[in-house]
């Protein structure tokens, strides 16, 4: 004890008497004495990273298994896949259905409104150089605005589902209610033909059947806005006044299976 207490007051009387002789001794010390701290913390961070690596090799381990896993689940959903896509083209050709037709579009300019017989027509800047024919069917925004039934070479003439000679087959969903949308020459046509019993309300979504070949099926019209006199009031899903432009649908119906025989027209709608 007394020989610290002495080491410590001569310590105490050089830095006063030589404060640069204390520096020199204290680096010196420090540089004797950092490599031996270095060299025992050394273990200790190789034994820390060695502990990460075990870590991270056991997660990856785990997220590997879980990816076997998945991986083994989606094989078994692929062949189940194709096990059915198979049994669905065997049925479809012993029940000899006619394929989906296939469909591709013509974007116009709506050019303005037409005169003639019809009140609720317009003109597109596009025409038979386009591939626009008629009958085809014309959507803007959401849904049906009408189809074609008038072609030139570089121009067309719409009638409006709202015309009063536009007749158009529908559906009402979810019921799966027959119904034929009817124009009034007012933006909000009519549904006509529903059964007595049918059972559709408010909100409910129109959509066309296909029925009777002029337009394809599936093309969203739009909703019931009022059920009223056996029949009811539609609002449409596109509204032609903020049209600029429309996309005329081109749907062809690709060649029959082997023994199909293609239905004929039910009619003919104006």
Request: a neutral charge; aromatic letters at 4%; hydrophobic letters at 45%.
């Amino acid at each position: 004890m007394a020989l610290l207490v002495g080491i410590a007051l001569a310590l105490m009387i050089i830095s006063q008497s030589a404060p640069d002789t204390l520096e020199r001794f204290r680096s010196g010390v420090t540089d004797v004495v950092t490599p031996i701290v270095a060299f025992f913390s050394r273990p200790s961070a190789t034994v820390s990273d060695i502990v990460d690596r075990v870590e991270s090799l056991a997660t990856l381990q785990a997220e590997n298994a879980t990816l076997k896993e998945n991986n083994e689940r989606l094989r078994k959903w692929q062949t189940l896949a194709q096990k059915l896509q198979r049994e669905n083209d065997e049925l479809r050709a012993a029940l000899r259905v006619v394929p989906d037709p296939r469909a591709s579009f013509v974007t116009a300019r709506v050019a303005g409104e037409a005169g003639g017989p019809y009140v609720r027509t317009a003109l597109l800047d596009a025409g038979a150089a386009e591939g626009i024919k008629k009958g085809q069917a014309v959507l803007g925004g959401d849904g049906l605005v009408g189809r074609i039934i008038d072609v030139g070479n570089s121009s067309a003439r719409v009638l409006l589902v709202t015309d009063l000679n536009s007749r158009v087959p529908v559906f009402v969903e979810p019921s799966r209610e027959r119904a034929v949308l009817a124009g009034d020459n007012s933006s909000s046509p009519r549904l006509e033909f529903l059964a007595p019993e049918a059972k559709i309300g408010v909100n409910d979504r129109i959509v066309t059947s296909g029925e009777g070949g002029v337009l394809p099926p599936g093309l969203p019209v739009g909703t019931v806005a009022a059920v009223e006199g056996g029949g009811a009031v539609v609002r449409l899903a596109a509204q032609w006044e903020r049209l600029e432009f429309v996309s005329v649908l081109d749907y062809e119906l690709p060649a029959p299976l082997p023994g199909t025989r293609r239905a004929g027209r039910i009619g003919t709608l104006p």
